[in-house]
């Protein structure tokens, strides 16, 4: 059996923490900034963790992750 392949687009937007889970950056931080409101900004800094139902696809194209 061929080792598997990541999927290396995923492995540069995703780390996983301690216990397994994944964690992401979020979106909409990029550009047209001005007409968003500095809490939003703010907010928009954290990482977040991905949704359950999107994991474990995820954790399918990162398995050495």
Same mark, same amino acid.
């Given at each position: %059996?061929?080792? %598997?392949?990541? +999927?290396? $687009?995923?492995?540069?937007?995703? *780390?996983?923490t301690?216990t397994?889970k994944? *964690?992401? =950056?979020?979106? /909409? &931080?990029?550009h !047209? #900034?001005? &007409? *968003?409101?500095?809490?939003?900004?703010? =907010? #928009?800094?954290?990482? $977040? !963790?991905?949704?359950?139902?999107?994991? +474990?696809t %995820?954790k399918k !194209? #990162?398995? /050495?992750l």
């Open positions: %059996m061929p080792k %598997m392949k990541t +999927k290396r $687009a995923a492995a540069k937007r995703f *780390k996983a301690g397994g994944l *964690k992401r =950056n979020k979106a /909409y &931080k990029s !047209i #900034l001005t &007409k *968003k409101s500095p809490k939003t900004k703010r =907010n #928009l800094r954290k990482p $977040a !963790i991905t949704d359950p139902s999107n994991a +474990k %995820m !194209i #990162l398995p /050495y």
